[in-house]
């Protein structure tokens, strides 16, 4: 966010820290009642002279209790004639008096991850916060996703492949019926589905990576690296749970844990059905 949209000073000021391993952020854009729906988010932000008065709340924030610092999306156009001109984005340091972090438990996977509900309660932060134009947030956010679901693409093949190597481990060593599981027709066609859907997920969303890395952002395209990749991740972490049968199924075999890792990658930075939306108005238009 801060890269894309952030003045020159606000670049000198955050982005070295966190490349250098100093900092750590997060975006704070989720609320209880505002998921996919972004433009019902309703944490506030007031500007009091030179500085913005925050208050609201957010849900399933990544790194909430780590962060420094965070890029927070909140309302402080309220009267603005459309809906989507009334966000902003601004950068919340966490040790502001007014800020509160818990750490959610009891996550179905990717539990290394720090996932924590926040709470803004009339913190201050100075004007010069405010990253890009005041109003435009709901937009930046939406640029700032074309980049960051590339990220989660790498995420879904990095688990799905990881998954699949565990599968191939698995029937080589595995015999039944007096035979490796390997050498029965029904589980090389299993692995041969995982390779090619594996495949063409890389290749989708390196496709996509390609033209952000050369200056064109093409959102439908990136929409769909990730929602097949997110799809392909779940399909092949169950497959190859299932070559594993009952080990697959128990914490010892690493496996289990492909499978629970694998789903959140066709939810969080955008649902699968918000990516098809996102494809399907881009070739019939909004109806």
Known sequence: MILLFGTEEQKKKRLPPLVQGKAITGAAITEPDAGSDVSSVATTAVLDGEEYILNGS????????RANFLQVLCITEPKASSSHDRFSVITVETDRKGFEAIKLRNK??????????????DIR??????VGVAGRGFQQFMSFFDHTRIHVCAQAIGIA??????AIKHVRSRHQFRKPLASFQATQFKIAEMATRIEAGRTLYHRAA??????KVDSPLIAMAKWFTGEAAVRVTDEALQLHGGYGFIGDYNIERFY???KIVEIYEGTKEIEKIIIARALLGKY
């Open 161 to 166: 492949q990881g998954a699949m190597e565990q």
């Open 125 to 130: 932060v100075p004007k010069e916060n405010l």
């Open 210 to 215: 390609w033209l952000v890395d050369h200056g």
């Open 108 to 121: 179905l996977g990717i539990r290394a991850s720090d996932t924590a509900d926040l709470t803004f309660s």
């Open 260 to 262: 629970r890792d694998a």
């Open 58 to 65: 957010k849900s399933f924030i990544t790194n909430g209790t």
